[in-house]
Structure formats: structure tokens, C-alpha cells
């Protein structure tokens, strides 16, 4: 694989135009493709104002129009991946979608390119279904919203995945300064999302049995339990406690945490009422900002603790 490598992005949404971002400031050859003009040309505006956050916020040196203009967007699929070393796809969690787009790119694109997938949930061997005489070259590449800010990305090794190819997603990683965790087993959330759910899983269950509220259960993970696993990982921290401890309370307490195998009846409750989210303006709490502005805030805040941790985010960095 070149030191630069030729990345193909299909799906100009919100993780599609994030992707794009950081790999173009990365120094890669960037092509996005979507279906649609209009997903294009939003993604264009997006990419604008990541990098003009990026700028602004974390001194990274680049013109928002000049990393615009040097990268391909498209509607021709087969073009955009004819030259591709690595394709991501990163469009909606439909299977079918996925299958349809895998067994196009695999005859489009070269026979040694990776066809990489940044479903979250989706088990990569389900995927490569679609393509048998590929699978070896089908592998799960996870980045985490917004991957322009967030350090850590999940490889997944499919049931047919190559050693070569884990390699080389592994490698192409950490060229743009990303942090690789290689998910071994494929199984449906791979790790953060399998982690995030059982947290919120546990969350909603404090609040339906009336045990806290929205709020202070919020509270209790954002300022308690993440502040800390900024600093130490769930292993660590038992590491520190001690293994009896952790396994005396284990014993205790799992008897009484949630084992819903169902999303909790919250989620109709204010679906229904019309609160969906920052979209909506209401979700579980109320906003007087546009989305943008929510989001932004939420990235300020990230990229604050990674600079208070001595991550520097600048052009080196994506």
C-alpha cells in the first residue's frame, strides 16, 4: 500500500463528509461518492466548516476551500473506485444496501483493493456474504463520530478476513494518526457500541424503576463514571481496587442490573410526544440551539480534553 493511500468514501452523510475531512488533512487522495447531487453538495458545506473549525478551534493549518477543491466528489460509483486502495463504505445500516454496494464495488474496484466497512453494528461476515470471492479483502474499519476528533478506531476481522488485510487497514490507521483497536470476534456492536448500549441499557433502567432521574443519571456518567475512564479503562480502575473487591461487588450487584432484551418503553414515551431530539429541539431535555450549535459545543469539549490530556489535534493529526 503507498504511503499515501487512494480512499474511495461511499455515503456523503454525516460520517461520510467527517472521514472525508480528516483523511484529505491527512494527506490522502480523497474520493466521496453518494447517489445524490443534493447529499454532495451538503457534504461539501460540512466539509467547509469542519475544517474551519478545525482551524479556528485547533490551529490546524489548511484553507477550508483548498481542502475542498482537492477532493473528487461523484455520483459514478464505478469511477470514484476504479483507482481506490482502500473503499469505506458509510451509508445507512440496511444489509441489503450494504450487499448491493459490496458486490458493485467488488468488480469496480482493483482486485487488491480493501473494501472496508464503517457499519457499527452490522457483523462484517454478513456483509461479505455479498461477495465470496472477496471476503478476504472485506473487513470492518469503525471510526467514531467525529472522526476528525475522536482517537480510536475499530478494525473488525470478519469470518473470511485476511491477516494481510486486517494488517493494512491496521497500518493505513495509524498513518492518519488514528489509534487502531483490532475487534478479533465478529460479533453484532464489535466493542464501543456493545459497551455504549449496556450503559444505556442500565441508564434507562436506573430511571424506570424510578431510582434517579434523567438528569442526575446523566450527571453520575458524564462528571463520575467518564471522567474517570478518561484516565482509566474499566480494567485498570479493578487493577487499582483490587480483584477481590471488584468480584465480591460483581457478585452482589449483577443480580440486580437490567437484562432488558428490549429498548426501553422511554423511547416511545417521547418519540410519540414528538421529541426526537436535537432536531426536534426536544428529546430528554429541552434545546434553544440549531443542531450545529449543539454539535459544535460537543466537539469543543472533546477536543479540550484531548488537548488537556497532551493529545495535540493539529495538521499532524487530522
Known amino acids: 500500500m503507498p504511503d499515501q493511500p487512494t480512499i474511495a468514501v461511499i455515503g456523503a452523510g454525516i460520517m461520510g463528509n467527517g472521514l472525508t475531512t480528516h483523511f484529505t488533512l491527512a494527506g490522502c487522495d480523497v474520493t466521496l461518492i453518494d447517489h445524490r447531487q443534493s447529499n454532495l453538495d451538503e457534504a461539501g458545506a460540512r466539509i467547509l466548516d469542519a475544517v474551519?473549525?478545525?482551524r479556528d478551534a485547533a490551529g490546524v493549518d489548511a484553507d477550508p476551500d483548498d481542502v475542498l477543491s482537492s477532493i473528487d466528489l461523484t455520483l459514478d460509483q464505478d469511477e470514484g473506485v476504479a483507482d481506490a486502495d482502500i473503499v469505506i463504505e458509510s451509508v445507512s445500516e440496511n444489509l441489503e444496501i450494504k450487499h448491493e454496494i459490496f458486490a458493485d464495488v467488488a468488480a469496480a474496484a482493483p482486485d487488491d483493493a480493501v473494501l472496508a466497512s464503517n457499519t457499527s453494528s452490522i457483523q462484517i461476515s454478513n456483509i461479505?456474504?455479498?461477495?465470496?470471492?472477496?471476503?478476504?479483502?472485506?473487513?470492518?474499519?469503525?471510526?467514531?463520530?467525529?472522526?476528525?476528533?475522536?482517537?480510536?478506531v475499530e478494525v473488525v476481522r470478519g469470518a473470511d478476513t485476511s491477516d494481510e488485510t486486517v494488517k493494512r487497514v491496521v497500518s493505513f490507521v495509524e498513518s492518519v494518526d488514528r489509534n487502531p483497536i483490532v475487534v478479533k470476534r465478529d460479533v453484532p456492536g464489535f466493542v464501543w457500541n456493545r459497551i455504549q448500549f449496556a450503559v444505556l441499557r442500565e441508564a434507562m433502567h436506573i430511571v424506570d424503576e424510578g431510582i434517579a432521574s434523567i438528569e442526575d443519571v446523566d450527571a453520575a456518567v458524564r462528571d463520575g463514571y467518564a471522567l474517570r475512564t478518561a484516565v482509566v479503562g474499566p480494567f485498570e480502575t479493578v487493577d487499582l481496587s483490587g480483584l477481590d473487591l471488584f468480584q465480591a461487588i460483581s457478585n452482589d450487584l449483577y443480580p440486580h442490573l437490567s437484562t432488558d432484551d428490549e429498548a426501553s418503553d422511554l423511547f416511545d414515551e417521547y418519540i410519540d410526544a414528538g421529541r426526537n431530539g436535537v432536531q426536534?429541539?426536544?428529546?430528554?431535555?429541552?434545546?434553544?440551539?440549531?443542531?450545529?450549535?449543539?454539535?459544535?459545543?460537543r466537539d469543543r469539549t472533546i477536543l479540550a480534553l484531548r488537548e488537556a490530556r497532551g493529545e495535540f489535534v493539529g495538521a499532524d493529526d487530522g
Open 52 to 54: 474551519e473549525f478545525l
Open 128 to 152: 461479505a456474504e455479498a461477495v465470496p470471492e472477496a471476503a478476504d479483502r472485506v473487513v470492518g474499519c469503525h471510526w467514531w463520530n467525529p472522526p476528525y476528533l475522536m482517537p480510536l
Open 280 to 297: 426536534d429541539g426536544a428529546g430528554f431535555y429541552e434545546y434553544d440551539q440549531s443542531p450545529d450549535a449543539v454539535l459544535e459545543e
